[in-house]
């Protein structure tokens, strides 16, 4: 009796922990509120600090190369009417399955005659969706005091490279290749630089990028106990569990609309398809404005 009372208190105390509560978006023992909290906080701020290193370095790499020219041009000049749009969607599933089963083999004088398998099996599942949406105009986030074009170093990230339950944090998002491409076309003469009297005719001048990272941990147990008429969990699985997480962003860069508070119609509208075809659902668009100070850095980003 103690046994079959230790049979289901395991796997009772198992779905207590996975899936049939709403998860915590960070891991045991920072799953409180504030932890969350911070790893919201030092996203952003990691976001923004990879945001202003591309941005800064493609610009002055452009305009470095413009003093060789004979032209002189800069062919990065488009990027000052331009903005980014980021969503972000940090996503935590659990899951937990109980399947016991069992087998029946009679004592028989024959080698084989009648033998009865069973089972029965239960699972659950919980989701955590956190999804947040900013806006920044690029001439906000460039900083040359702050980055420098033979360096990788950001000053904005954390010394201590703590960061903070994000796998997204302080790792270099691939921006800066996104934005030096589209300067390379208008450089080589592929596609002219976008203008605003192009805007207004249509022309599709919007750069998108998604940058995804998942971690899955799975685990199981599986006691098997043999008697002589019959077995307990001889085959399969008898507890699992499994923790899967989530962290993906998209950004838009695209043509500022009038008063510059938002991405051109055409942008947005990119940008609400790239989250759809990311899996990130309805997203509200932020265009209100005001000033935040990130590790030095005075930034516009959403109220």
């Known amino acids: 009796m103690r046994l079959l009372h230790l049979l289901f208190a395991v796997p009772c105390c198992l779905l207590a922990a996975c899936g049939t509560y709403i998860p915590s978006q960070?891991?045991?023992?920072?799953?409180?509120?504030?932890?969350?909290?911070?790893?919201?906080?030092?996203?952003v701020r990691s976001i923004v600090c990879e945001l202003s290193y591309a941005v800064t370095v493609a610009i002055k790499n452009d305009r470095n190369l413009a003093l060789k020219r004979r032209s002189r041009r800069a062919y990065s000049s488009f990027l000052n009417d331009w903005g980014v749009?980021?969503?972000?969607?940090?996503?935590?599933?659990?899951?937990?399955?109980?399947?016991?089963?069992?087998?029946?083999?009679?004592?028989?004088?024959?080698?084989?005659?009648?033998?009865?398998?069973?089972?029965?099996?239960?699972?659950?599942?919980?989701?955590?969706?956190?999804?947040?949406?900013?806006?920044?105009?690029?001439?906000a986030l460039y900083k040359p005091n702050l980055f420098h074009v033979d360096s990788e170093m950001r000053p904005c990230r954390d010394p201590s490279g703590n960061q903070e339950g994000s796998p997204l944090v302080d790792i270099d998002l691939r921006i800066l290749p996104l934005l030096e491409s589209r300067i390379q076309i208008v450089t080589l003469g592929f596609a002219g630089a976008p203008r605003k009297e192009e805007i207004i005719a249509g022309e599709k001048n919007v750069l998108t990028q998604t940058v995804s990272i998942k971690e899955t941990v799975l685990g199981d147990i599986t006691p098997t106990w043999t008697f002589t008429t019959g077995a307990i969990n001889p085959s399969g699985k008898f507890i699992s569990a499994g923790r899967e997480r989530t962290h993906q962003v998209v950004f838009t860069f695209g043509p500022l609309a009038a008063g510059g508070r938002s991405l051109s119609f055409l942008a947005e509208q990119t940008h609400l398809n790239e989250q759809l075809k990311a899996g990130l659902g309805d997203v509200p668009i932020a265009v209100e404005l005001r000033r935040v100070d990130v590790a030095g850095m005075n930034i516009t980003q959403p109220s």
Do not use: C, H, Q
């Open 85 to 139: 749009e980021v969503a972000t969607d940090l996503t935590v599933t659990e899951n937990s399955t109980i399947n016991p089963t069992g087998l029946w083999n009679p004592v028989s004088p024959l080698s084989s005659v009648f033998t009865l398998g069973g089972g029965i099996s239960g699972g659950a599942v919980s989701t955590n969706d956190n999804k947040y949406n900013v806006f920044y105009p690029l001439w």
């Open 26 to 43: 960070r891991d045991w023992p920072k799953d409180t509120p504030e932890g969350v909290s911070d790893m919201n906080s030092v996203l």
